[in-house]
């Protein structure tokens, strides 16, 4: 599936510097899972699994949980969700993000955006 994987910082060099500018998010490059199509109830298990088992990697559940709300809405709306829990963002597209104390919250791919091969099925009438 995946990992969430979190590191405290050890050093000042190792947090993202405090922005001066507005959060900008964006969606992640297209990228494709495996070399088979991905059903969508397969993609909502994945990212079911991940945001059940992120806490346990460590960092603030809080955090993960403006995280995932963050990835479940457009855009606009993460940018809010991100600028109102003081989240730091190591790239834009949300892959890797970081608290106030520089905690790192990495995020998969699968749970920010579908994958350039899906599964879509054609229903007939």
């Not at 507005?22 to 059903?39: E, F, H, I, M």
């Not at 457009?74 to 949300?94: F, Q, V, Y």
Request: one cysteine or more.
């Amino acid at each position: 599936m995946g990992c969430a994987c979190v590191k405290p910082s050890t050093t000042s060099e190792d947090r993202t510097p405090a922005r001066a500018n507005p959060v900008r998010v964006r969606k992640p490059t297209p990228w494709a899972y495996g070399n088979r199509p991905l059903s969508s109830a397969q993609l909502q298990e994945m990212r079911n699994t991940f945001w059940q088992n992120a806490a346990q990697a460590g960092g603030r559940q809080e955090i993960w949980e403006a995280l995932r709300a963050a990835t479940e809405g457009d855009l606009r709306n993460a940018e809010k969700i991100i600028r109102d829990n003081k989240i730091s963002l190591g790239n834009l597209d949300m892959t890797v993000c970081y608290d106030e104390s520089g905690t790192s919250y990495n995020l998969p791919l699968y749970v920010l955006s579908e994958p350039t091969n899906m599964e879509h099925r054609v229903l007939r009438a």
